[in-house]
């Protein structure tokens, strides 16, 4: 079945520092979304990607979805406390499942 | 925006019995709702997919006869957690999808239920 790997685990940056996860998917990809999930909360849905190549900016992120549509990427421009969570990429198939990446467990010193 | 709710937040029983979550869209009717369940500081693994008027389509591993779902309307779906036992406990997310309508790629989650099972 569909896997969805993501990488780092953890993340222990300085404040300010930037920061960025990765997402692979064993199958080619209809969308990638990205959710955030603080401490003792549930996935709040960031971003979704569904072109080839498509990169897309909320303020101090920006997202990337592969050419391929089977990998992505997050990146965090001088991370903030604000920032510390847990950030999963979720890929969606055909039938509109949406597989879960492992997730990176962000912390930021401040 | 969309806003799905999910009841209990949380619950506590005892080994063997059986627990019932809700999931509920409040402002939208979901065709799809999608039952997920999370252990610490893991992913989400999806259990089900539940379509309005149909059958759960279970994912491999995923125990129909113990994880009863029932999606009767367009705006509820349920979990049910049979002869639940400790290694049940766990945090238990449903997410919604909203049908035809734009945007309907992008799933909408409840706040969860956290089951502890002594």
């Known amino acids: 079945g569909q896997q969805v790997m993501q990488i780092p685990q953890y993340q222990h940056v300085q404040e300010g520092e930037d920061f960025t996860t990765y997402c692979n998917s064993s199958t080619t990809l209809s969308n990638i979304q990205w959710y955030k999930q603080r401490p003792g909360g549930h996935p709040v849905f960031l971003i979704q990607l569904v072109k080839s190549g498509e990169v897309k900016k909320q303020k101090r992120l920006t997202f990337q979805f592969g050419e391929a549509k089977k990998n992505s990427s997050l990146h965090i421009t001088a991370t903030q406390t604000t920032d510390v969570g847990t950030y999963f990429c979720?890929?969606?198939?055909?039938?509109?499942?949406?597989?879960f990446g492992s997730g990176t467990r962000l912390l930021v010193r401040p | 925006g969309a806003v799905v709710s999910q009841h209990p937040s949380w619950v506590i029983c005892k080994s063997g019995t059986s627990v019932k979550i809700e999931c509920r869209s409040l402002?939208?009717?979901?065709?799809?709702m999608f039952w997920y369940r999370q252990f610490p500081k893991q992913s989400l693994m999806l259990m089900a997919t539940?379509?309005?008027?149909?059958?759960?389509?279970?994912e491999q591993g995923v125990e129909k006869d113990k994880f009863l779902i029932n999606h009767a309307s367009l705006t509820l779906s349920t979990l049910t957690v049979t002869s639940a036992h400790p290694e049940d406990s766990s945090f238990y997310i449903c997410?919604?999808?909203?049908?035809?309508?734009?945007?309907?790629?992008?799933?909408?989650f409840g706040a969860g239920s956290r089951l502890t099972v002594l």
């Open positions: 402002d939208f009717q979901a065709t799809t």
């Open positions: 979720a890929g969606m198939d055909s039938s509109y499942k949406l597989i």
């Open positions: 997410s919604a999808r909203q049908g035809r309508m734009r945007g309907a790629n992008v799933l909408t």
């Open positions: 539940s379509n309005e008027g149909s059958k759960a389509t279970y």
